[in-house]
């Protein structure tokens, strides 16, 4: 099962954090620290110090001897530094990942809490590998040519390493704590064939019913706040580590905006808060989802569910515990 520790990238960022502030409260600039421990490269400083490079253990005494750190901090940063190395070991945890797929599984990876929004798909970690197929095909038909054997196996990896980072909803310990606003036209019948759809309705079913997962469909016709439209998909990350800061992932066509950011962040926070008001609460969610299901198989009742605007049942209205409050 993927792992409940953060990943190896965040345990480097987190690592560089903490250097630069032991060199900036030591007085000492980044020349006077190269020359001070006879690296070659200032460059080599900037690297470990932004979380772009494997850190390696002695590189790291080195600057704490320099840094004169105490022995709590000492133990603390150098058992980051083992975690921060450990790729190989980390990626074991999947049966199968790509790079793509890895950025997310990084963020993933550590986090007790996920909010998600996203204005035409089903996110990623609640797609059937049917859904991911068809959204993933459609995606390389840009640019590429009809049943390209490269494209279709590109895909197939990816629906794999997809399916590998959905094992964090669903694993005994430590599983995050999940949130998703999901569009009504996220579930219509534009997205996919009625037997694809039919499946993915049917797992955010029992997805729903997961203590750690909570669902909401947002409905095509209601409004958001004070008529407020959300320009793009995003998700918000908060890790067991106190220390690792909240990160915002904005999701887009053809490429993903990671930030730390905390004035951006906040903004998310309330559009989050805003979209999961309007919403359907999870009660009504799982009757839309279980009807819109019934419907694809013949044995509904016939509406407009899937095929045209829900109507909303009584909405939830300022639940417990904002968003912005966790």
């Not at 250097?19 to 020349?31: H, I, N, S, V, Y």
């Not at 204005?119 to 059937?128: A, D, F, M, N, S």
């Not at 390493?161 to 534009?190: F, K, S």
């Not at 905006?257 to 989050?272: E, G, P, Q």
Request: net charge negative; with cysteine; glycine share 8%.
């Amino acid at each position: 099962m993927p792992p409940a520790a953060p990943s190896p990238i965040l345990r480097r960022q987190r690592l560089g954090r903490e250097l630069r502030r032991l060199r900036e409260a030591a007085g000492l600039t980044g020349d006077q620290v190269v020359e001070r421990v006879g690296w070659a490269s200032a460059s080599k400083l900037s690297r470990l110090e932004n979380g772009r490079s494997r850190p390696d253990p002695q590189d790291v005494r080195d600057l704490l001897d320099l840094y004169h750190t105490d022995e709590a901090r000492r133990a603390e940063l150098l058992g980051i530094t083992d975690e921060a190395g450990d790729i190989r070991g980390w990626l074991k945890n999947y049966p199968a990942m790509t790079q793509q797929q890895r950025g997310f599984a990084e963020l993933e990876a550590g986090c007790v809490e996920i909010f998600e929004y996203n204005p035409v798909l089903v996110p990623g970690l609640l797609q059937t590998p049917g859904y991911a197929r068809v959204r993933l095909s459609s995606a390389y038909q840009v640019g590429r040519e009809a049943g390209d054997p490269e494209a279709e196996e590109e895909t197939e990896t990816q629906v794999k390493a997809r399916q590998a980072r959905q094992r964090l909803l669903t694993r005994e310990n430590d599983a995050p704590r999940y949130t998703a606003v999901l569009e009504e036209a996220a579930l219509g019948y534009r997205v996919g064939p009625p037997d694809m759809l039919r499946e993915q309705l049917a797992q955010l079913c029992e997805l729903a019913m997961l203590p750690n997962v909570t669902l909401h469909v947002l409905p095509r016709d209601t409004p958001i706040g004070q008529w407020y439209l959300p320009p793009t998909a995003f998700s918000v990350y908060r890790f067991a580590d106190p220390l690792d800061p909240e990160t915002l992932a904005i999701e887009g066509g053809f490429t993903d905006v990671m930030s730390t950011d905390t004035i951006a962040l906040n903004h998310y926070k309330v559009v989050f808060e805003w979209l999961r008001t309007a919403a359907l609460s999870p009660t009504d969610t799982h009757s839309w989802l279980a009807k819109s299901a019934e419907r694809l198989t013949g044995t509904g009742t016939p509406s407009t569910v899937v095929n045209g605007s829900a109507t909303a049942p009584a909405q939830r209205r300022g639940s417990s515990g904002s968003l912005t409050e966790r």
